[in-house]
């Protein structure tokens, strides 16, 4: 990090201009960004049937006003723009209909909740109400809460989950389903209330106690839900439940983001990658003294993690030393800013549980005990986030990866951040694991058994993301597939397992990051070469002419910076040809 703030002339000289011209869509893509914020801002009930097809309308009048656009007409960037845009209508419009599919799966164990919608809208559409209609509602909405909890182990068998051949996991998954809308839509009638509460003396005198009875009710079922069916218990973790989409939506999501490839595809390079990573964890493991026994070399690895209080420490030092190596070796530009302004916090001991280890950009958020943790927990959160595992997880989170990353993206066609996806978020700082791999960043055994644990780790992602929605493995197995074959501890196999499916990662999220460090990795070979100088050849990129325009191509489907940095002008109606994947 920056000792001193460089002057403002060196501050500007060190960002290159942008590499390639703007393009004649970036202003329609803003628009088309800023209207959806409006109205997801507007339409702010999750699970609403008036959401819904506003929603549907705005992406089907997209589709007409793109129609529009003489597309041969565009250069380079606004033919990318175009095709990005296109894709991004589709793949929102699939989004839609499968989440009121799973909406409507679950409806049979959320009998009454068009009753609470229908409040809901009546507000946002910013109508009078009537306040004695208003209790009445209220009260007939609390006597059907009461009956369906009643009845809740009665309750007819659910529509069967396509996806889930087990008729008692299908019921799991969509009570799973139906507390997620309940609890969403009990939120939004908490704000409701407030809105009216107080203000609206003839609300207060009507519905305040109809109200209070009404959420009470709700409370209670949304509790007997997560308990009766979900199997969730009182000072238990939840229970990991997740929500399987099973391959025809793999395969169609995987199109969205110009991936030629099938699931089992990608399961096939999954272990090809594990097969490299097992042969050099051995040679690792080798040189550690532990011979062929790489499980033994990963444990005294994790015994190497810093004291308390000095993670922090850590972590500012290692920053610095992956700033001074891309910077030294001319790899890519870091301006000053961008080095003087990134920070540092500490994650709290609930959002762990969540969140095992560091989280980044601006603003690195590093994983380690506290006092109040149990001891278990404090070790395995040491030995989970140890020297040479976060030497790795340092320049993921920071520079050159998510910091440097958002640093340009917000300075650089920012528009595209409109077309954001994990396979150019994740795949960036997945690359430069691989990158500084090749390079020779790791020093010492124990450095390659830090980073050798990483790209297992993105390879055990690929293979327990796809199976889950494949059908093929359930939760626990993730969990123990990510204990035995990667190394993991328990406690952050579960959280791994737990925040790939229980919260709002897309089932891609955990299969981007190796896939598209891959596809970074493969344009790198065929736009730079293998030769690690920095001098041009033939017409060729440096490496940091390389990374710089990446960088400045913006956020958005890894085939799609490839097509501007080779200056391709793709035709109408692209649909992804490139098979990266060579090896």
């Known amino acids: 990090m920056a000792s001193a703030v460089a002057p403002l002339s060196s501050q500007v000289a060190a960002v290159p201009p942008p590499a390639a011209p703007a393009s004649e869509l970036a202003a329609m893509v803003d628009r088309y960004n800023l209207d959806r914020g409006a109205l997801f801002r507007r339409y702010d009930v999750e699970f609403s049937p008036e959401r819904y097809a506003r929603l549907t309308k705005f992406y089907k009048d997209w589709q007409q006003d793109l129609s529009k656009v003489a597309f041969d007409r565009l250069a380079v960037e606004g033919r990318i723009d175009h095709t990005l845009l296109r894709a991004r209508l589709e793949y929102e419009l699939r989004l839609l209909a499968r989440e009121q599919q799973w909406v409507s799966e679950a409806a049979s164990l959320a009998p009454f909740s068009s009753t609470i919608t229908a409040l809901l809208e009546q ?36 529509p069967a989950i396509a996806t889930v051949s087990d008729p008692a996991r299908a019921r799991q998954i969509n009570a799973f389903r139906a507390a997620g809308v309940l609890s969403s839509l009990r939120d939004d009638l908490t704000a409701w209330n407030r ?24 409370a209670a079922y949304i509790k007997a839900l997560r308990e009766n069916i979900v199997g969730y218990r009182d000072g238990e973790d939840e229970p990991i439940i997740g929500n399987p989409i099973g391959k025809a939506a793999l395969v169609e999501d995987l199109a969205s983001e110009f991936i030629p490839y099938s699931p089992e595809d990608l399961l096939a390079i999954a272990e090809r990658e594990f097969a490299w990573c097992d042969r050099e964890m051995l040679k690792a493991s080798r040189e550690m003294g532990f011979g ?3 499980r033994a070399a990963l444990e005294k690895v994790k015994t190497l993690h810093a004291e308390p209080g000095k993670q922090t420490d850590l972590v500012r030092d290692q920053a610095r030393e992956a700033v001074a190596y891309v910077t030294t070796r001319d790899l890519v530009t870091v301006p000053p800013l961008a080095d003087e302004t990134w920070r540092m916090t500490m994650m709290s001991p609930e ?12 603003v690195i958020q590093v994983s380690f005990p506290t006092d109040a943790m149990d001891q278990a927990d404090k070790m395995m959160s040491m030995r989970g986030n140890n020297i040479h595992f976060s030497r790795s997880t340092v320049f993921h989170e920071l520079i050159p990866g998510h910091g440097l990353q958002q640093f340009m993206t917000a300075r650089y066609n920012p528009h595209r951040r409109a077309f954001a996806t994990p396979f150019w978020t994740e795949g960036w700082s997945l690359y ?16 390659r058994v830090g980073m050798l644990f990483w790209r297992m780790h993105r390879q055990a992602r690929i293979i327990f993301s796809l199976r889950f929605h494949l059908g093929t493995m359930t939760p626990q197995e993730c969990i123990d597939f990510l204990v035995n074959r990667v190394g993991h501890e328990r406690a952050n196999a579960e959280a791994e397992v737990r925040r790939s499916f229980n919260g709002t990662y897309p089932p891609l999220y955990q299969l981007a990051y190796m896939i598209g460090g891959l596809q970074f990795r493969a344009m790198q070979a065929e736009l730079v070469g293998s030769n690690p100088s920095t001098s041009l050849r033939a017409g060729r990129m440096t490496n940091r002419q390389y990374h710089d325009a990446v960088l400045q191509a913006g956020s958005m489907p890894v085939e799609l910076v490839r097509a501007s940095l080779t200056k391709q002008l793709v ?7 490139w098979t990266f994947d060579r090896r």
Do not use: C, H
């Open 123 to 158: 507000r946002g559409r910013l109508e009078t109400i009537d306040p004695p209609k208003v209790a009445t509602t209220l009260a007939t909405l609390t006597r059907d809460i009461e009956a369906a909890t009643k009845a809740i182990d009665a309750t007819p068998k659910p």
């Open 195 to 218: 809105y009216y509460s107080g203000y609206d003396p003839m609300y207060t005198w009507w519905a305040a106690r109809p109200y209070a009875q009404a959420d009470k009710a709700l």
């Open 292 to 294: 062929d026994d790489w």
């Open 351 to 362: 959002r762990q549980k969540v969140n095992p280890f560091f989280l980044g950009g601006e």
């Open 432 to 447: 430069w694991e691989m990158f500084l791999w090749d390079d020779g960043f790791p020093k010492t055994p124990e450095n």
């Open 571 to 577: 035709p109408a109606g692209f649909r992804t040809t």
